[in-house]
């Protein structure tokens, strides 16, 4: 039976008799049929014009026909005629005085939403010019996108104009430099790169946000909406406008109007995919959208977020191309008469490049203006941009180098010889396809990423954000700063990190190998002789040795410790394989470089440079550096207590204090002893027990069904049995210190699974059952499991790789218990969503586990570890 007629609006004594549930049903139908409809989804400015004009005709209906003292105005995406399938319908009602229309625009907004138009609505007065002006930015904005709707249109255009000459009368220059510093703090919480794996569709850099705020700030300059009435997206109308004003080239235009095209497009299928708002691309969204888009082939999520990629560069290099020209010409004009010649081809003004002329470059060419560019901290006018784009395009479809190559690698090496700005030369030349004009092999590197796994940035992306990394060391009071800061000539180390992953489009695994094979090659072709490519080779080859020793070898081991030194023929190489390992870790996302990573690789690095200056062994690093505690000599006690301990790391793990503490303890005769305290970012627990069958695993265990997150495990083992370990933890959930109030209920956890009165197994079951919300949301890869032994003179040492899990170290000290292995020294190196697990084994004789159990202890662990997966 149909909803009766009812009176809903009385405005002017005319009533509005409507049916709000046909018209919500009418609508739903409308909608969902467009949604569904194949052709429009293939273009994005069609889909979005279509469902903006279908709400638009929905809120004619309904009220049209009403004539309010108030203007009703669209806003945002809704006023852009870029509506995307789930974004808010953002409404603006304007008025002279709210106060007189507030019972009114409610009813209003209750009919629109009663008819299945659910918009998100906004109220303003002509006071809100003035206070959001100088208050709230944001706001303020949203008073540039406003289309009208119906209503009172003399009050619209009173808004404004008020609006306009409300910024008449500001500052300018400082309304500009607050856009600046709004666009800054976006890049900062959503993504300074274009190339992030997981980008955000509208707020990441080369977002559809970075076209909005040339946009924005294009209105404010000229004092115009960009809005039209004419049925196509603002984008359109926009950089039809840029054409016709010739402030960009025709093709740069088309070029930004595809890229934009193509990310709206992106984001229409997200949410469709999704059903609801959501602008996160995420890995499984790709591999789905990839699909609907019809990219095909193993490689298709690659190509498609290649395509994605280049899109995204596409503008956030128009977007802050304009952005300076606007800083520049309004904040800081320039007369023509501060320009100063710097060759024949280029001038500078200010901090601009021009060129003198309107020929094609040659590479070298283009390679000196970025040399330019890099030592004045300089940007392309827009002449020279536009003439080098199309040199480019020229040199790329004649596949020829418009020039010696041998000229050509002169630039290229000054450049990375610049005082400073390598990183950022070296980001704006791969912005504009340069760097694979000298370097082809690097070419392979853009938009090349690995789906799930920690990285955060595309490989080319990466590589150069290590650059730009490693630059910021200059200066810094650290030991890494002082190395990076001592370096006379960088250029070695600039290309090793450029070079590091070369070789990961050719294969993932081995890359390093690879790697060092093709960066022999370019060394070669780039001139550089036989001692420097040797050196960027080897640099290249082991680039990933340091941090897999630092997070996955007990640094108290003076095989370790040789095997290590042993790669080195000079303190510089050391030095310079140190400056590559932090530039590779500080820039694959910013959770990443911790400071735990930070003192393992600081800690490897002084004791090999130490093996290195004093020609000294491990052994006699190691028995040079033992700490001598007063106490020892004074009480026979703590001596014969550290002797019997068989692992000089003891003695530099705790201070002499904690020693004595366990000491005490120990003499107590209780079952458990528990301590905590804080390390740098770590909740540190160390537990002294009897060992017995398992205690590791029972010990991990515990610690997991408490939700702490164990970060590494140090144990010692005294020649009577009993067991010091330590561990470092953080809370699961917030990674960050365990709170002291929960530190009784793990000790009383602990205390009672040593008693034997804790089942430990069923509580671990019960909490797994509990666990997979927490799961699903902290952990997003299924990923492969791998297992890889290797021989040491003592141990056997395991690494297990594999997609992390609550509880894994439990289950995987477990199985070791289980197969009759003794663990005598765990690492835990957590990568995201990855970890590597590393344990030095014995069996149960004593002995190095033998490898004919290899393949069996394999299998073991893998069954174990699939299970959680």
Request: include cysteine; charged fraction near 25%.
């Amino acid at each position: 039976m149909p909803a009766p007629l009812r009176p809903v609006l009385n405005f002017k004594k005319n009533f509005i008799m409507i049916n709000p549930a046909e018209i919500k049903q009418e609508f739903i139908k409308s909608r969902d049929k467009l949604f569904r409809n194949p052709v429009l989804q293939k273009d994005a400015f069609r889909f979005c014009v279509a469902y903006t004009l279908l709400v638009e005709e929905h809120i004619f209906m309904i009220v049209g026909q009403e004539k309010p003292d108030f203007a009703l105005a669209s806003a945002g995406s809704f006023s852009r005629r870029e509506l995307s399938p789930y974004s808010d319908i953002d409404i603006m009602f304007i008025a002279e005085r709210i106060e007189d229309s507030e019972e009114k625009i409610r009813s209003f907004v209750q009919l629109l939403w009663d008819c299945g138009i659910e918009v998100s609505h906004t109220t303003r007065d002509f006071y809100d010019i003035e206070k959001f002006l100088n208050k709230d930015l944001h706001t303020f904005t949203q008073f540039f996108e406003t289309r009208f709707l119906l209503g009172n249109e003399k009050v619209y255009k009173d808004w404004n104009a008020q609006l306009f000459s409300s910024i008449a009368t500001q500052n300018m220059p400082e309304l500009l430099f607050e856009f600046f510093r709004d666009i800054e703090a976006r890049y900062n919480k959503y993504g300074k790169s274009a190339k992030t794996l997981e980008p955000n569709l509208k707020m990441s850099a080369g977002g559809l946000r970075d076209l909005h705020a040339v946009e924005w700030m294009y209105s404010l300059k000229n004092g115009i909406l960009l809005t039209e009435q004419s049925e196509i997206t603002q984008a359109e109308s926009f950089v039809h406008r840029l054409r016709e004003e010739k402030v960009t080239s025709a093709n740069e235009c088309k070029s930004v109007l595809d890229s934009y095209r193509f990310v709206l497009n992106v984001r229409n299928m997200l949410h469709l995919i999704s059903k609801q708002r959501n602008d996160r691309l995420e890995f499984r969204a790709q591999t789905k959208i990839a699909r609907l888009l019809n990219y095909k082939g193993d490689s298709s999520v690659q190509n498609f977020m290649r395509s994605y990629f280049q899109a995204a560069n596409t503008l956030n290099r128009f977007s802050k191309t304009m952005i300076r020209r606007y800083e520049e010409e309004i904040a800081y004009p320039l007369s023509a008469f501060l320009a100063v010649d710097l060759d024949e081809d280029f001038s500078l003004k200010g901090s601009t490049l021009s060129i003198k002329h309107s020929n094609l470059l040659s590479l070298s060419d283009i390679l000196r203006a970025f040399y330019y560019r890099g030592l004045y901290s300089a940007r392309f006018d827009e002449n020279l941009r536009s003439l080098a784009i199309q040199s480019i395009e020229n040199i790329e479809q004649t596949e020829n180098s418009g020039g010696s190559e041998a000229r050509s690698s002169v630039f290229f090496r000054e450049i990375l010889r610049l005082p400073k700005n390598v990183g950022e030369t070296l980001i704006n030349m791969n912005e504009l396809g340069v760097l694979q004009l000298i370097m082809p092999e690097f070419g392979d590197l853009v938009g090349f990423f690995q789906a799930g796994v920690y990285h955060n940035y595309t490989a080319d992306e990466h590589t150069l954000i290590a650059i730009s990394n490693v630059e910021n060391l200059y200066g810094k009071e650290s030991e890494l700063g002082r190395i990076y800061t001592s370096l006379k000539e960088k250029e070695i180390l600039y290309l090793a990190i450029l070079l590091h992953d070369i070789a990961k489009p050719v294969s993932v695994s081995g890359h390093e190998i690879i790697g060092a094979e093709i960066a022999s090659s370019v060394m070669y072709r780039l001139g550089y002789d036989e001692k420097e490519t040797e050196q960027v080779s080897f640099l290249v080859a082991n680039h990933l040795v340091m941090e897999q020793i630092a997070f996955r070898r007990n640094l108290n081991d003076p095989v370790t410790l040789n095997n290590f030194t042993a790669k080195f023929s000079s303190v510089k190489d050391l030095d310079l394989l140190y400056l590559i390992t932090y530039a590779d870790l500080s820039a694959v996302n910013p959770v990443v470089w911790t400071e735990w990573k930070s003192d393992l690789l600081a800690e490897l690095y002084r004791k090999a440079k130490a093996m290195l200056v004093e020609q000294l062994t491990g052994e006699e690093l190691l028995f040079s550096s033992t700490i001598s505690f007063p106490q020892a000599d004074a009480d026979p006690s703590m001596q014969r207590h550290i002797e019997s301990i068989d692992d000089i790391g003891y003695v530099q793990h705790f201070s002499e204090e904690e020693i004595l503490s366990h000491l005490k303890e120990i003499s107590k005769g209780l079952s458990l002893s528990v301590f905590f305290k804080q390390v740098n970012v770590f909740t540190n627990i160390t537990i002294i027990a009897k060992d017995s069958p398992s205690l590791l695993s029972r010990l991990c265990g515990v610690l997991s069904i408490n939700d702490l997150n164990i970060h590494d495990a140090r144990i010692f083992t005294r020649k009577d049995g009993i067991v010091i370990d330590s561990f470092n933890v953080t809370d699961f959930r917030t990674h960050k210190l365990v709170e002291v109030e929960r530190y009784e209920k793990i000790e009383n956890d602990l205390r009672a699974v040593i008693e034997g009165s804790f089942q430990l197994l069923q509580e671990f079951k019960r909490m797994k059952s509990k666990w997979w919300r927490i799961e699903n949301k902290f952990f997003k890869r299924s990923g492969k499991v791998k297992i890889a032994f290797e021989e040491h003179d003592k141990f056997t040492i395991i690494d297990v790789f594999s997609p992390d899990r609550l509880g894994l170290l439990y289950q995987i000290t477990r199985k070791l218990s289980e197969l009759g292995l003794s663990i005598y020294f765990a690492k835990i190196s957590t990568k995201a969503d990855d970890v590597v697990d590393s344990f030095y084994l014995l069996d149960r004789n004593g002995k190095k586990v033998s490898q004919n159990d290899y393949e069996f202890i394999k299998f073991e662990l893998n069954s174990a570890i699939e299970q959680m997966l």
